[in-house]
C-alpha cells in the first residue's frame, strides 16, 4: 500500500470520497460496540463462576489458623490469602497485607495518606509548594487522575519499548526534592503492553532519590495475564533489588484479582517492606476494621495456590489472544505500509497502543463514536488527557467477542484512514 | 446492701479479705473470657449462612436493570441495593451511594478528604490551624481514632438519656468556626445504648454553624438493631429535618450489614443530600472503580426488603437479649444498693455502658484481665482514651454464650466490688 503522505491531492480526494462512502453505508449498520474499558469479556466471567460454589451455606468458615471469616480479626487479610498473593506478586507473605476488592483504592488511599501525613513520618504532601510525580506515557488514566485530584503535578516520561526513559527518571528523581513518586505499570503495561527490561528496574531499585519521602508506586496489574504460554514476560523482583540496592523502603507493588475472577469481587494487596507496613498499618487499622474475609477464603478455596492460578490465566489467555489477534491481524492488512499509524503486538496485559499521525487521534476517536463505536477517550494515556501529539489511542480487546472485535477494528481502520486524509487534506 | 461508703474501716477490711478470697478461687479456675468488643457471636453468624447459597455458580448475576454485576459499573452500588439500604436508613435512594464492606472505612474517606480537599470546595481542613470536632461521651473509639489520626482537636460533650447535651453543642458548633464536626450514634448509641429524643434531632438540624464546612457524622450503625420488639426506638429522620430547618447539607449518614449478616462481609452506605452527593462522587470515582457488586446482589437476595431485614433482625435479637439480660441481672442482684457502679439498660444496639466510682475504671479492668477477662480497655470510650473521670467501662455481651456471659459477669462484679474497696481504703 502506498504511504498516505506520499499521495498526490488528487489521489487523497479520491480516497476520501471512497472513505466517505464506505462510513455511509457502516453508519446505516447502526451497531454499537465498546472497546473503551479492560472490561473482561463474558467468556472470562463464566471460568471463574465455579468460585461461587466453593463457600455455600454448608461451609467451614474457618481459615487454616482456626480463625472465623465471618467476623471481625485479621486486618491484614487472612494467612492463606496473603501467602497465594505474596506467590503471585513474588514477594514473601509477611510483606503483603490484603485489602478490599480495588488495588486502584490502595494506591488512592496511599497518596491521600501521603498528603495529609506524611511518608514514614515526612512532612505531610500538602504542606509542600510543590509535589510532582513522574508519569511515564502512555499510561493508565486512573493513575494520573489520582494525582491530578490532589493537585500532584504530573511530568509525562516517554515509555520505551524497555520502560521508561530512565535517564530522564534518574534526572528527576536523583535532583528534585519535589519529585515524590512514578507510576509504573512494569509488566504488560496499560496500554503498550511492554515490559521492563532487567536493566531497568535495576536503574529504578539504584535510584538516589533527593526527596527521601520518594516512592515507586509499582502496580504490577498484570503481573500473570500472559497471553502467550511460550512467550511469557518475567520481570526482575523490584522489592529485592530495591534492598540489594540499599532502598529497600522505595516500592509500593500493588495488585488485584479484578481481572483474574471478578472486576468489583476479586481481592487486591499492597506488598511493601516491613517498616513502610508498619507505618501503613497505623492508618489501616484506623480506616477499617477489616476487610472481606469470606472472599479472601472463596479466592483461596477455589484457586488453591500459584499454580491454580495459573491454569485459570491460561484459560483466560485462550480466550482473550483470538481478540488480540483479530484485532492486530485487521490492523495489519488494512494499515501497513500505509504509514498512517504504528500499534503495539502485546504478549499479555489487556490493551493495544495505537500511536496515529500526529494530530489526528482525536477526530479518530469522534469518528468511531459516530458509527457506533466507543473508544477510550483520545488523551486518556497521558496526565490530565492531554497527549501533545494528539496521537495515541487505547485499545481494549476484552469485552467484545473476537467476531465483534474484528467487526470493530474495521470501523476503527476506517476512521484512522478518514481522518488522516482529512489532516492531509487540510495541511 | 449497704452503700459502701458508709462502710467502716473494719467492714471494708473484712470485706476485702473476702473479696481477696474470691478472687484465688476465680483465677485458680484459670477461665479465658472476652468482652472486649462487639462482635457477633457464633449463633449469630449461623443465621445468616444460607445467605450464602443465595448466590451459586448457576446464579443469574444481572441487576433488575440487566447489569453484570460480575463486571465493572454501577460505582454508587446496584440499583436494589441502594434501595435496600435507603429504606433500612428511612432515606431516599437518590441520597444514598452504597460502598464496601465497612462503614468506618466511608468515614475515614470523609475525614481525610475534608482534610486535604475540604468540604464542597471549602479550605482544606489541613491548611487551617485548627480544626475540632465535638465527641459525644462516652462514645466509640474508632470514631474518635480517626480524628485523632489526623490531629482534629476532640473536645467532650455529655450524653445525656436524650442525646448530647445540646446546650453546648449550640454554643460550639454556631459560635466556633474551628469546629468541624460531630461524632454521633443517634440510635441504641455505643456504649450506653441511649437514642436522640426528637427535640434533640430538631436541635441538630436547627444548628446555625459558624463553619460553612460543618458536619454531623451520623453513624447510624444500631439503626435496625431492636432487643425489643414492643420496645423499639424510633429517631426522626434527620436528613429530612436538616432540609425542612435550611441546613440541607449539614449531615452525612453512615450505616452497614456488618451487625446484619457478617462483620467485615457486608455492605456499607452513605446518604446525604444531592448537593454532597454530587461533590462525592468526584473523589469516590477517583478512588475505585466499583465496589463488589456481587455481595451487593447476594444481600438482596437474601433479604429481599426491609421486612425480610426486620425478621432477620427479630432472630438475632431473640439471640442477643438472654446475654444482655444475664448480664443486667447479675449487675442488678450484686451491685444494687452498693452505690458503687451504675449502668444503661439498653433497648437495642450492642453494648451496655458501666460507670464505676471515679478512679476504679482501670483497676477493674486489670483485676479482670487477670483474672482472665477481657474487656474493652478503660478510657477507649473518651477521645484519647482518657476517661477524666476513669469510671466508663463498656460491656459487650454479643460474643459469649449467655452462660459465658453470666459468668463474665459475676468475675466483673467481684471486680468492680474488690477495687472500689481498694480506693476506698485507699482514699
Known amino acids: 500500500m502506498k504511504p498516505y503522505v506520499e499521495m498526490s491531492r488528487e489521489e487523497l480526494l479520491t480516497l476520501k470520497s471512497e472513505l466517505d462512502g464506505a462510513c455511509k453505508i457502516q453508519e446505516a449498520k447502526d451497531i454499537s460496540l465498546n472497546m473503551a474499558r ?23 468458615m474457618k481459615t487454616l489458623l482456626g ?9 491484614d487479610g487472612i494467612g492463606e490469602c496473603r501467602q497465594l498473593l505474596a506467590d503471585m506478586m513474588e514477594v514473601k507473605k509477611a510483606n503483603v497485607v490484603v485489602c478490599g476488592n480495588s488495588s486502584l483504592n490502595i494506591m488512592y488511599d496511599t497518596v491521600i495518606r501521603s498528603m495529609v501525613k506524611g511518608v514514614n513520618g515526612s512532612t505531610p504532601w500538602c504542606r509542600l509548594d510543590k509535589v510532582r ?9 486512573r493513575h494520573f487522575k ?5 493537585g500532584i503535578e504530573m511530568i509525562n516520561i516517554p515509555l520505551g519499548e524497555d520502560g521508561p526513559d530512565m535517564d530522564m527518571v534518574e534526572e528527576y528523581v536523583n535532583n528534585d526534592a519535589s519529585v515524590k513518586g512514578i507510576w509504573c505499570v512494569p509488566k504488560y503495561s496499560n496500554p503498550t503492553g511492554i515490559s521492563y527490561s532487567d536493566e531497568v528496574v535495576r536503574r529504578f531499585a539504584h ?3 533527593k526527596a527521601e519521602d520518594f516512592r ?3 502496580d504490577n496489574a498484570y503481573c500473570i495475564h500472559h497471553l502467550y504460554e511460550d512467550d511469557r514476560h518475567q520481570i526482575l523482583n523490584i522489592l529485592e533489588e530495591c534492598e540489594k ?3 529497600p523502603d522505595m516500592v509500593y507493588i500493588f495488585a488485584s484479582m479484578s481481572k483474574i475472577s471478578f472486576p468489583g469481587s476479586g481481592v487486591s494487596a499492597i506488598a511493601t517492606s516491613l517498616k513502610n507496613m508498619e507505618y501503613l498499618k497505623k492508618f489501616m487499622t484506623t480506616q ?5 474475609k469470606i472472599n479472601q477464603l472463596r479466592h483461596v478455596r477455589f484457586f488453591k495456590n500459584i499454580d491454580g492460578l495459573h491454569t485459570h490465566m491460561k484459560k483466560q489467555a485462550d480466550l482473550l489472544r483470538p481478540k488480540f489477534e483479530a484485532v492486530l491481524d485487521i490492523l495489519e492488512k488494512e494499515l501497513s505500509g500505509t504509514g498512517i499509524g504504528s500499534w503495539t503486538k502485546p504478549k499479555g496485559g489487556y490493551f493495544i497502543s495505537f500511536d496515529a499521525m500526529p494530530g489526528c487521534a482525536k477526530a479518530i476517536v469522534e469518528k468511531c463514536e459516530q458509527l457506533g463505536l466507543v473508544l477510550t477517550g483520545a488523551g486518556a494515556t497521558y496526565p490530565y488527557g492531554k497527549d501533545p501529539q494528539d496521537s495515541n489511542i487505547r485499545i481494549a480487546p476484552s469485552f467484545p467477542t473476537p467476531e465483534e472485535m474484528a467487526e470493530a477494528t474495521k470501523i476503527f481502520v476506517l476512521c484512522v484512514k478518514l481522518a488522516t486524509v482529512e489532516k492531509l487534506l487540510n495541511s
Not at 472490561?39 to 451455606?57: E, F, R, T, Y
Not at 480463625?67 to 486486618?75: I, M
Not at 510525580?133 to 488514566?141: A, I
Not at 489520582?146 to 490532589?150: A, D, V
Open 133 to 141: 510525580f513522574l508519569c511515564p506515557v502512555p499510561g493508565y488514566d
Open 38 to 60: 479492560g472490561k473482561p469479556g463474558a467468556s472470562q466471567l463464566a471460568l471463574s463462576m465455579p468460585m461461587l460454589d466453593v463457600i455455600n451455606g454448608q461451609s467451614d
Open 216 to 218: 515507586i508506586f509499582w
Open 288 to 292: 477499617i476494621i477489616g476487610h472481606d
Open 146 to 150: 489520582i494525582t491530578e485530584t490532589f
Open 245 to 247: 540496592a540499599g532502598n
Open 67 to 75: 480463625n472465623d471469616t465471618r467476623n471481625y480479626g485479621d486486618w
Open 207 to 209: 535510584l538516589r532519590p
